[in-house]
């Protein structure tokens, strides 16, 4: 069984410099800055978006469909017979230029994270510390609280003593 004291833990003076940064940064209001965009990061979202999204699928999968009926049927003169290797060429290189555009999409939305994840734990570490904080501050009040109790009860018992002597 620990023993319990009555000394309240003190908040380390570090903490208390840190809490104080942070209450003058307030990392709650703070909004996160993103950079403007250029060209080539509206482009590259654009392209995620679509690329990433079920009619883009659908229409993918219908255009591929309708090249490979054309082809074994043999519309047009079968342009691209069955190993359909212009088809795979220009599978390729779509994969080719959408991936890295993709990637850089996602490496943008990744730093925005981020800064968002560092946010957050500066609004959390704040809140950490000001509660321990109040748990100090109510420690010593609750301290001086049984102080004065026990002065009070002292002091009546004092006044009882006088009282019985009294008698």
Request: charge should be neutral.
């Amino acid at each position: 069984m620990t023993k319990h004291t009555n000394t309240p833990p003190i908040i380390a003076e570090e903490h208390k410099t840190l809490l104080q940064k942070l209450r003058v940064q307030k990392p709650a209001h703070q909004k996160i800055h993103t950079q403007e965009k250029n060209l080539g990061a509206k482009v590259s979202d654009a392209v995620a978006a679509t690329v990433g999204s079920w009619p883009f699928i659908i229409i993918q999968s219908s255009l591929l469909f309708l090249w490979i009926c054309a082809n074994i049927l043999g519309w047009v003169k079968a342009w691209d017979p069955y190993p359909f290797i212009l088809l795979n060429l220009a599978l390729s290189f779509q994969a080719a230029y959408t991936a890295p555009i993709i990637m850089m999409s996602q490496n943008r939305e990744s730093q925005l994270d981020r800064a968002k994840a560092e946010k957050d734990y500066d609004v959390n570490l704040k809140a950490e510390l000001e509660i321990e904080l109040l748990h100090e501050k109510m420690d010593m009040m609750r301290e001086q609280e049984i102080k004065r109790l026990t002065v009070l009860v002292e002091e009546l018992s004092e006044a009882v003593l006088k009282l019985k002597k009294i008698e």
